[in-house]
């Protein structure tokens, strides 16, 4: 299966890095899923999860919000402050 890169960064430090097989984020206009070679994008997030797969395993972790910038089969998530990221819940972190 195809991968991209995924990070997601908060103001103080980087939550993850690597490589994933798909993403779905709480996008503004709804949820949204990003494939690799998805077109680019710059789209605010609102509070709800970040869901990812890599190595064929879910993660999850709950946000209050943030941006997306999705380009060249790069994807990062900018979270809004260290506010943003909350607490994981048990099993997902």
């Avoid at 195809?2 to 994933?20: E, K, M, Y």
């Avoid at 972790?61 to 909350?86: A, H, Q, W």
């Amino acid at each position: 299966m195809q991968r991209f890169s995924f990070i997601i960064i908060s103001v103080s430090n980087t939550i993850f890095h690597g490589d994933v097989e798909k993403v779905i984020l709480p996008g503004v206009e709804g949820v949204m899923t990003l494939l690799p070679n998805h077109m680019s994008i710059i789209s605010e997030l609102t509070p709800g999860t970040v869901s990812f797969w890599s190595n064929d395993n879910e993660k999850n972790i709950p946000i209050s919000g943030g941006f997306v910038e999705m380009r060249n089969n790069k994807c990062t998530v900018y979270l809004k402050d260290d506010d943003g990221l909350l607490a994981p819940s048990p099993g997902n972190a």
